[in-house]
């Protein structure tokens, strides 16, 4: 703790160490108890005494004695601890009592693919939080992060890692996929290096999936795809959708956003033998590295990390 303003500001964790410490006796055992080493348990307590200006304990070889004001503390500390951690434990046990605003950055394509479903599900467990949805690409979610305009955020790329912490929370699997109009009026390609000369619907050179394709397929074409020029860029998977729709080219897909148009043959998924066919996009949850989560939004992170297998694209 310190003071600001002529405030004391409470630092629970150098105040929970010390009363462990009290409670087992000595800094050996709560290091063993706390899972900690012993260096770092006694730098916390020399850390609090210092903030204090008040000499908490005597340390008597392995054994600790506690001075009157660290008596006197250890009583108060204990006494509101317990109150704190009880309470946030009845808050973990009754959740349907949980409330709170989480304020979720993300691409359109989840908000309206995925996040649906993500929510629906948190909601059952927490009916009282409610949420904000914000709808931005990588750079601007970041920008939203920064300025606290929102909570959390889902993110193809972190350009600041100092800054941000990021967790994959996420994998869209990515099809290559032409119109049957397109088949009619071109054929398909027989090989990757065909695609070479097929026109190309593609999001913006940031963001290429064309690119990584023909990387981890045919690594000896990259330079080739690298100036291929794109004949549409676009940044909406809806839009890039009805462009091929209407035979314009070839372009990669979320495979959980075209399944009718599989399943009637509007659209037809290239493949190739012996080559891995398909690509995928990896989005991470990401919030700032030095930022206290709440409580609700911990716990959506959570449910989200727990559930990725089951809402993940197969």
Same mark, same amino acid.
């Given at each position: 703790?310190?003071?600001?303003?002529?405030?004391?500001?409470?630092?629970?964790? $150098?105040?929970?160490?010390?009363? /462990?410490?009290?409670?087992?006796?000595?800094?050996?055992?709560?290091?063993?108890?706390?899972?900690?080493?012993?260096?770092?348990?006694?730098?916390?307590?020399?850390?609090? /005494?210092?903030?204090?200006?008040?000499?908490? *304990?005597?340390?008597?070889?392995?054994?600790?004695?506690?001075?009157?004001?660290?008596?006197?503390?250890?009583?108060?500390?204990?006494?509101?601890?317990?109150?704190?951690?009880?309470?946030?434990?009845?808050?973990?046990?009754?959740?349907? @009592?949980?409330? #709170?605003?989480?304020?979720?950055?993300?691409?359109?394509?989840?908000?309206?693919?995925?996040?649906?479903?993500?929510?629906?599900?948190?909601?059952?467990?927490?009916?009282?939080?409610?949420?904000?949805?914000?709808?931005?690409?990588?750079?601007?979610?970041?920008?939203?992060?920064?300025?606290?305009?929102?909570?959390?955020?889902?993110?193809?790329?972190?350009?600041?890692?100092?800054?941000?912490?990021?967790?994959?929370?996420?994998?869209?699997?990515?099809?290559?996929?032409?119109?049957?109009?397109?088949?009619? $009026?071109?054929?398909?390609?027989?090989?990757?290096?065909?695609?070479?000369?097929?026109?190309?619907?593609?999001?913006?050179?940031?963001?290429?999936?064309?690119?990584?394709?023909?990387?981890?397929?045919?690594?000896?074409?990259?330079?080739?795809?690298?100036?291929?020029?794109?004949?549409? /860029?676009?940044?909406?998977?809806?839009?890039? @959708?009805?462009?091929?729709?209407? #035979?314009?080219?070839? #372009?990669? *897909?979320?495979?959980?956003?075209?399944? /009718?148009?599989?399943?009637?043959?509007?659209?037809?998924?290239?493949?190739?033998?012996?080559?891995?066919?398909?690509?995928?996009?990896?989005?991470?949850?990401?919030?700032?590295?030095?930022?206290?989560?709440?409580?609700?939004?911990?716990?959506?992170?959570?449910?989200?990390?727990?559930?990725?297998?089951?809402?993940?694209?197969?």
């Amino acid at each position: 703790m310190v003071f600001r303003n002529g405030v004391i500001v409470m630092d629970f964790n $150098k105040a929970r160490t010390f009363v /462990e410490v009290v409670d087992r006796g000595g800094i050996t055992a709560a290091a063993s108890h706390l899972r900690r080493t012993q260096q770092a348990i006694s730098m916390q307590i020399n850390n609090l /005494e210092s903030d204090l200006g008040l000499s908490l *304990l005597v340390r008597q070889g392995p054994n600790i004695v506690l001075t009157a004001d660290g008596e006197e503390l250890y009583q108060l500390f204990k006494e509101h601890l317990v109150v704190i951690e009880g309470r946030v434990q009845h808050l973990q046990t009754d959740k349907t @009592k949980v409330s #709170g605003v989480i304020r979720v950055g993300t691409w359109l394509e989840l908000s309206v693919g995925y996040l649906p479903e993500l929510i629906r599900g948190f909601s059952e467990i927490h009916p009282l939080v409610t949420f904000e949805i914000f709808i931005a690409r990588d750079n601007g979610l970041e920008a939203m992060l920064t300025a606290n305009k929102i909570d959390i955020s889902y993110q193809l790329y972190v350009e600041n890692q100092r800054i941000f912490k990021k967790t994959p929370a996420l994998r869209e699997i990515l099809l290559p996929v032409v119109s049957r109009e397109y088949i009619t $009026k071109y054929g398909l390609p027989k090989t990757v290096e065909d695609t070479l000369d097929m026109p190309l619907v593609d999001y913006h050179p940031g963001y290429s999936t064309y690119n990584p394709w023909i990387k981890k397929n045919r690594a000896d074409l990259l330079s080739a795809a690298q100036n291929k020029p794109r004949f549409i /860029e676009v940044s909406n998977n809806t839009v890039l @959708k009805q462009l091929l729709l209407q #035979g314009l080219g070839m #372009g990669f *897909l979320c495979k959980s956003t075209i399944q /009718e148009e599989l399943s009637s043959g509007k659209l037809i998924p290239l493949s190739f033998p012996n080559l891995n066919n398909s690509s995928w996009a990896e989005f991470d949850i990401v919030y700032k590295r030095k930022h206290s989560l709440g409580f609700v939004h911990q716990e959506f992170i959570k449910y989200a990390l727990e559930t990725r297998t089951a809402l993940e694209i197969p």
